[in-house]
């Protein structure tokens, strides 16, 4: 590993900062002549989105100071692409316009970009530097389907039927992208050796980017993996995530006259509602920690068929992949069961039209191992920069959300949780950032950008990820994660304890990856082309 540099000196340009900040200041001055006549409220919430904050203390020739700067100077950019990536709301895999919006804010910085890696059009690796250190940030971009929302306190769609950005991924890649570009200025504004880059994770709320670049070794030299999440705290923490697998049950029956000849049909909706009757009774008799969920996507075109296709896609879940997988083996015994049961005697006879039941895997998260000495790294600096700076305005829009959403309104979390690495786990979902934490020294970033208790996967942290206060939190990640980026660079110590730490947890669980070689990253059929 490098160790620091002695700084180069190098100081900003004269005619950089104080331009844009007079431009901005001429801005913030006309909108606080104006606006608060007419809309008081809306009017403070964009101030404070709009105005710089002050830069925290440190000389020109300071890398972290020059990191926050460069933050700052691209506050409006970063702000808008948040803003564009919430209305262009695109699903896993499809991310094209928010995809190609962040490589473009990379590359036109100086980033070689190398788009389309592990056979995904919308992902990509943008790199600065070389050498180690190696720092890595990721950007996940991808919408949910059916969550589309206005900035409103109400249920309002924007657009029918179409998705959104329940889960601040608007957020979360634009951030990673202003971090890689404020450590890069650092970099070369002070000399500092090694490597930044910017993975653009697509397809996050499938599981599926992050596993098949992690199978493609792109993850395998990185030092420090500095990932956040929109979260309605602002927190590093060490809580697990869940293993889970996520797949394709699809029964196969015959087709017949529902009414005139049902005694030559073999219903494939019989053999998923067996299946989905094992499962729930299954329920009882699983781990705490363990979860099933399942949606429909296929169930017969019409009543008077016979259905002879029936399709679910399921996710089982455990607190670690033993057992997840332990489930997984569970669930497959009933696919066998349900499909006997709806066959019966002609079970297995090729002749009578038989097709067994098709299980189709999508991809596998591993259980999360969070970098403890990575987490007290990143959590000294979600204190030196402070929670984002929340306005009357942010909050009450929070309140209303929280009210329409029939919880406490407390407003929006204006604290930072104190660091505790005995927290009892919490419930939780899963991420493929778990995945990437078995090869190379991981650590996830919490930062409120919904009201507090409002879950995400919701209409309402839609809203919340598309409004002032919202964009607001994008700001403080870029913030704390190009200061800890920073830190990596200028402290082998600290990786050292980092990578020690990392290999000692990952000896008891070597790295296979859920995914073979010749997998190919899709989302379900009734997906696409949503
Ligand atoms: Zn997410």
């Known amino acids: 590993m490098n160790g620091r540099k002695p700084s180069l000196l190098v100081r900003l340009p004269a005619h950089r900062m104080p331009c844009r900040r007079a431009l901005r200041a001429t801005t913030a001055g006309l909108l606080a002549l104006l606006l608060p006549l007419a809309f008081p409220a809306q009017a403070a919430a964009a101030a404070a989105l709009r105005a710089p904050t002050a830069v925290a203390p440190g000389t020109p020739d300071d890398a972290m100071a020059s990191a926050l700067q460069a933050v700052e100077a691209r506050r409006d950019s970063l702000v808008d692409a948040g803003r564009r990536i919430w209305e262009y709301a695109e699903l896993a895999l499809a ?21 389309g890696v592990s056979g995904m059009p919308t992902a990509f690796v943008a790199s600065f530097g070389s050498g180690h250190p ?10 949910l389907p059916g969550l589309s929302q206005t900035v409103s306190s109400t249920i309002e769609p ?9 889960c601040g991924h608007n957020l979360f890649g634009t951030a990673s992208v202003g971090a890689g570009l404020a450590l890069k200025a650092a970099m070369v504004e002070h ?27 792109l993850f395998d030299d990185v030092d420090a993996c500095l990932s956040w999440h929109p979260s309605d705290v602002n927190q590093v923490s060490l ?8 797949f394709e049950v699809t029964f196969f029956g015959r087709a017949a006259h529902a009414a005139g000849a049902p005694w030559e049909g073999v219903s494939a909706l019989d053999a998923l509602e067996a299946f989905t009757t094992g499962v729930n009774l299954l329920r009882e008799h699983m781990p705490e920690t363990a979860r099933i969920h399942y949606v429909i996507t296929e169930g017969g075109d019409a009543p008077n068929i016979v259905p002879s296709r029936a399709r679910l896609w399921v996710y089982t879940r455990g607190k670690d992949w033993q057992e997840q997988e332990q489930l997984y083996q569970h669930v497959l015994a009933i696919v066998a069961g349900a499909d006997l049961m709806a066959w019966g005697e002609e079970h297995g006879q090729a002749a009578s039209g038989f097709r067994p039941a098709q299980v189709t895997d999508y991809t596998g998260l591993y259980h999360y191992n969070p970098n403890e000495a990575l987490a007290r790294l990143v959590h000294r600096n979600l204190e030196a920069v402070g929670p984002p700076q929340f306005v009357e305005a942010h909050h009450a829009f929070a309140r209303e959300l929280q009210q329409a959403f029939g919880v ?10 104190p660091f505790d690495p005995h927290a009892p786990p919490e419930p939780g979902g899963s991420t493929d950032v778990a995945n990437i934490s078995w090869v190379c020294p991981t650590i996830d970033l919490e930062v409120a950008n919904w009201p507090v208790d409002v879950p995400a996967h919701s209409w309402a942290s839609t809203a919340a990820s598309g409004s002032e206060g919202g964009l607001l939190a994008l700001l403080t990640a870029a913030k704390v994660l ?31 990856s859920p995914v073979g070689p010749e997998d190919v990253p899709r989302v379900p059929e009734h997906l696409q082309g949503r």
Request: hydrophobic share 40%.
């Open 95 to 115: 991310e094209t316009q928010s995809s190609a919006l962040l490589a473009g804010l990379l590359e036109a910085e100086g980033f070689s970009v190398q788009r």
């Open 134 to 143: 190696v720092v890595a940030y990721l950007a996940e971009y991808d919408a």
């Open 158 to 166: 924007r657009i029918p039927g179409a998705c959104g950005h329940g």
């Open 191 to 217: 000399g500092l050796a090694g490597t930044v880059r910017v993975y653009g994770t697509p397809a996050e709320e499938q599981g599926l980017g992050k596993v098949y670049m992690v199978r493609d070794g």
């Open 239 to 246: 809580q697990p995530s869940k293993a889970l697998r996520s």
């Open 408 to 417: 406490e309104p407390k407003g929006m979390d204006a604290q930072i949780t």
């Open 482 to 512: 190009a200061r800890s980026g920073v830190d990596v660079l200028t402290q082998p110590e600290a990786v050292a304890a980092m990578r020690t730490e990392f290999e000692a947890a990952s000896a008891a669980f070597p790295y296979v």
